[in-house]
């Protein structure tokens, strides 16, 4: 099969499209002919080796943890959908990727809501468990007010939306080109940087609860001093935020948080009752993944970037 891969850790120029072997679904997974597969920034950490002495991979590695496909293969043991299904769902999360190929197994999906195209849904898996991951440890329930560092990617994106259906109050920060997108989603916008304090107590008088950093730009400090404890704080995209007192959340390694697989079918639902959606910043096909994974590093994606055959 085609399958996008790195057969050295590099840039993104290091990505390349080449025959690899078809996986076969294990005992509770399934395989599924991939229509379309997510490109995460943890994808790029991967590819680049950031993750290398938690996680050593076998070389050549395919990336990708998230896919949408029709079912070919199911594993023993799995009674809950058959070939000619329409799915979307996330890799094992120990492989991390695996998704940007032909074909992809599975470990956790729920049907492709119709309301989703190939695209959105090929992208919204893992993205959707993280942010369910996050909202979990931090307790959001009806009545919180979380604050969003880099709203407008696709982890804020899809944590707005999944926070908004608990009954929180979601403040979001991003460039002002991106209020008006972020507002539509559900969020409060407000811009990042020197005096977030004063604008958000203006927003918000009570405060901010709890707080996502999805952007890794340096910014704990500030994000640590608007709520009453670090604890209150989860990092998904800074590794150096336990010497804040923050929790850095992620999928895969050691120290890895649970992951909150349930998360996929209960955003499916929102979908299908018109209350979630995927924004798609761009789609790219395998052949042009280095140019996602470019457009990925560069922080300036709105959305979901994604990947066809």
Do not use: C
């Not at 299904?85 to 996330?90: C, H, L, N, P, T």
Request: proline share 7%; no cysteine; charged share 15%.
């Amino acid at each position: 099969m085609r399958a996008l891969q790195f057969p050295e850790y590099g840039p993104a120029a290091v990505l390349r499209v080449a025959e690899a072997p078809e996986p076969h679904a294990g005992p509770g997974q399934i395989r599924v002919a991939v229509r379309a597969s997510g490109v995460n920034p943890a994808d790029t950490y991967v590819r680049a080796g950031r993750f290398r002495e938690w996680v050593p991979l076998p070389l050549p590695h395919v990336p990708g943890v998230d896919a949408a496909g029709v079912v070919d293969e199911v594993g023993a043991g799995v009674t809950t959908v058959r070939v000619g299904d329409e799915v979307f769902g996330v890799t094992d999360y120990a492989q991390m990727g695996g998704a940007n190929a032909e074909y992809a197994v599975l470990a956790a999906w729920a049907p492709k809501p119709a309301a989703l195209s190939w695209e959105q849904a090929g992208g919204a898996a893992g993205n959707i468990e993280t942010a369910a991951r996050v909202l979990d440890r931090l307790g959001v329930e009806p009545g919180t007010v979380l604050l969003i560092e880099g709203a407008a990617g696709g982890v804020g994106t899809t944590t707005i939306q999944l926070a908004v259906a608990r009954g929180a109050t979601v403040i979001g920060t991003a460039g002002e080109h991106n209020h008006e997108f972020i507002t539509a989603l559900g969020a409060i916008p407000t811009t990042y940087g020197p005096g977030l304090a004063e604008r958000v107590k203006a927003l918000v008088p009570g405060g901010v609860d709890v707080v996502l950093d999805g952007a890794g730009s340096g910014s704990l400090p500030d994000l640590v001093g608007l709520v009453a404890s670090p604890e209150r704080v989860v990092s998904i995209a800074d590794a150096n935020a336990a010497a804040y007192g923050v929790h850095w959340s992620r999928g895969s390694g050691p120290g890895a948080d649970a992951p909150a697989l349930d998360g996929i079918a209960a955003a499916g639902a929102l979908a299908e009752q018109g209350r979630f959606t995927v924004p798609i910043a761009a789609v790219f096909s395998l052949d042009e993944g280095a140019a996602a994974h470019e457009l990925s590093e560069s922080r300036h994606a709105r959305g979901k970037i994604v990947l066809t055959p």
